[in-house]
């Protein structure tokens, strides 16, 4: 099992110190993967208790053999995170003290040749993190959206500034009975799209497609704001919720959705007084996010763009 355990957790002591776990106390990983950050909170006291949501199979089975010598203290769910509130229904809990996001595809999700997240292997080009819903997957998105759509999320999911000529591209090879079904007719599509780049950007010049197919198949930044909202709702007073982002799209939803819940008027300057309803739910515990050290990076490249920000409900 060890040897599967390819997933490095990512701002694990920055995250445990924020969540700050006591004895007793109940929290939720979201994101619960390989089970790493969880593992470390079951550690730190023998009567803290988790509650973990995964939408992958795969994950869940790996996070539960690793866990199980925790026993009870370990409850585990195959959900969205998005249902949060469903899950603790169904958990028989009412609030907790803490919930984690640890956000995006694992190491073990992206280094799985068959679930086709990556360039470096050849597969259908699927992208769905719950493989067994009858959501549609990466090939099915480009047969159906038009150009434009397709423009459009590459643009803004990948900030990739050439999204209209890998569109184009895409559509011409539909068009021609050719359409893109795995991930090596992606990966040569947008390369012939776009060329290589220059030489000193040493990314693949698809990366950003990727990305961007990825976080449209899995709805990725739909639902966070309404996440971030019930993960709130689900808190004790004073309960915390850290949230681990790994591109600048998802940490400005986060960030925003935390200002607007710690109270930020977001009424017209014009307007005399305010009519928005700002409310102050929470209290922002990260001015600025947290980011890894060096070494940290060095160890575990894919940390490089994580951002960890914290907000406590009042
Ligand atoms: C970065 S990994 C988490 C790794 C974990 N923190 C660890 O230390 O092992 C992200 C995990 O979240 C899951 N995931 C992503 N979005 C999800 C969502 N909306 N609902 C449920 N699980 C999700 C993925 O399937 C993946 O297993």
Known sequence: MAAEITHKSVLLPETLAQLAPQPAE????????LGGHTEAILQTAESVEVIGIDQDTEAIRLASERLAPFGKRIK??????????????????QKVNGVLADLGVSSMQFDDARRGFSFRFDAPLDMRMNADSDEETAAELLERLSEEEIADIIYKYGEERMSRRIARRIVWKRE??????????LAETVEKAIGRGKSKDKIHPATRTFQALRIAVNREIEILEKFIKDAVESLKPAGRLAIITFHSLEDRIVKQTFQRL???????PRLPRCVC??????EILTRKPIVPE???IAENPRARSAKLRVCAKI
């Open 26 to 33: 109940i929290f939720v990983d979201c994101t619960l993967g």
């Open 76 to 93: 585990i769910f195959h959900a969205n995170f998005s249902e949060i509130i469903e899950v603790l229904e169904k958990a028989g809990v």
């Open 176 to 185: 021609l009975g050719e359409p893109v079904t795995t991930t090596r007719e």
């Open 262 to 268: 710690a109270g930020k008027c977001e009424c017209p």
């Open 277 to 282: 309803g700002a409310a102050k739910e929470i």
């Open 294 to 296: 060096q070494f940290e």
